[in-house]
């Protein structure tokens, strides 16, 4: 990963898992825990009335807001506090504590069950309380693209030193990938309003956490509307009968199955770092607070469209969508899906992934499938800015909007103000 980049949500997750860090289990006696931008901060609790209190300052400063003079700026309201009083309030509202706020040398102390209970509540698109800390969500609020038209990331997953499986008859899935993923982009430029880029387009490696964010990482100033990871599936024993493809998005896995999937993939780790894929099982159980509902609900909403389009191009079995805990799709912050295109372990379909006829029908399935969800997710996000940002569309612009086939993304300016809150 490169040195000038943020760590991503999912190696700082990892990290969070790995390192001594206590797992969920609730703050220390002495401290208040926030996890927020992937980093974990203690603020020193104390208890001089018998109920645990933070100073105001480090309080605010953990959080990530400001403090001026006896207020906290949460985003654009300011909380004022009184000290010996149990009443808060925030703009023109009044709300009650359980305890009251007090000062202690000279410093304003704010119960805690402000930020463990008030927060979570009233903010509860940024905040979440989990077993006693308090967590930041990624921000992940959909909203229309500022350019006028959609950017489509295609990931032909694994790549350079990291082959993927390895078929019968020695196709290497990351060959296969790549290939699929290179008519996808062919396909999906000839479609108006649609620009595509690949997060490799050569035989390389590519770490996890950089993939989602390729766009950046080259220079653009907004990330991708969608992104795609492209992948082959393969059973532990070879050669298999199990054929087909199946979708997956980003969540705690169900089944055992799902969960195997996810670990061989993951499995690619070990080309970045010395982690094994069984030290990632511990990252499952905070997989779904990774992505907002709206985010993880328009994944899901993807993986659909996929399957349907596949189901109806391909003479193959159908396996479903499913979810996973994919390394590759936590660090995106925009619809994401991962697909399994086929089982190279199995003889006959290994034959028809690396024919290019074949290669070019699933390509073509994914092209229909990313022109149908965008059209219905452009109406989505349209619909769900208009209200507070722009006059309804007229007739025309409606129809276009909800005409699948039009093909044509349906793009406003960025709402001035983020519905989701502070």
């Known amino acids: 990963m490169r040195s000038n980049v943020p760590p991503s949500i999912a190696r700082a997750a990892l990290l969070l898992v790995l390192s001594g860090t206590p797992s969920w289990s609730g703050p220390a006696a002495d401290a208040l825990v926030v996890v927020r931008s992937g980093s974990t901060r203690s603020v020193p609790v104390e208890e001089d009335l018998g109920y645990p209190a933070a100073r105001a300052t480090a309080l605010a400063q953990a959080l990530g807001y400001s403090w001026v003079g006896d207020r906290m700026r949460v985003g654009d309201d300011y909380v004022s506090f009184s000290a010996g009083s149990p009443f808060f309030s925030v703009g023109g509202d009044v709300y009650q504590l359980p305890n009251p706020a007090y000062r202690h040398d000279s410093q304003l102390m704010i119960p805690v069950s402000w930020a463990l209970d008030w927060l979570p509540r009233m903010r509860s698109r940024r905040w979440r309380n989990m077993d006693g800390r308090l967590v930041e969500r990624p921000s992940t609020t959909m909203r229309p693209p500022e350019r006028d038209s959609w950017l489509v990331l295609i990931d032909p997953g694994h790549g350079g030193k990291d082959p993927g499986t ?122 779904s607070d990774l992505q907002s509902t709206g985010n993880l609900r328009e994944s899901s909403l993807l993986a659909t469209a996929v399957d349907h389009s596949m189901r109806s191009s391909l003479d193959a079995p159908a396996r479903g969508v499913r979810q996973a805990g994919f390394l590759v799709l ?93």
Not at 206 to 229: E, N, T, V, Y
Not at 330 to 340: F, K
Not at 380 to 397: A, F, I, K, N, T
Request: hydrophobic share 35%.
């Open 166 to 287: 390895v078929g019968v008859a020695g196709t290497k899935e990351k060959d296969v990938t790549l290939a699929v993923a290179r008519r996808l982009a062919k396909r999906l430029r000839e479609e108006p309003g649609i620009e595509v880029m690949l997060s490799r387009d050569r035989d390389t490696l590519i770490a996890f956490s950089d993939r989602p964010k390729m766009p950046q990482l080259r220079g653009k100033d907004a990330g991708p509307d969608l992104f795609i990871s492209i992948h082959g599936n393969s059973m532990p024993k070879k050669p298999s009968s199990t054929r087909g493809f199946e979708t997956y998005f980003l969540a705690v896995a169900k089944t055992d199955e799902a969960r195997r999937v996810a670990m061989r993939e993951n499995s690619a780790l070990q080309f970045e770092t010395a982690t094994s894929s069984e030290d990632l099982e511990p990252l499952q159980f905070i997989l």
């Open 330 to 422: 936590v660090g995106a912050t925009m619809p994401a899906v991962l697909v399994e295109i086929g089982y190279l372990s199995n003889r006959q379909e290994e034959k028809l992934l690396r024919s290019s006829s074949y290669q070019a029908k699933i390509a073509d399935a994914l092209a229909d499938a990313v022109v149908s969800y965008l059209a219905e997710y452009g109406r989505r996000v349209w619909s769900s800015y208009h209200s507070c940002c722009y006059p309804l569309p007229r007739d025309g612009e409606l129809r276009l909007l909800q005409r699948p086939l039009q093909r044509e993304p349906a793009v406003r300016p960025r709402c001035r103000r983020d519905r989701a809150g502070p």
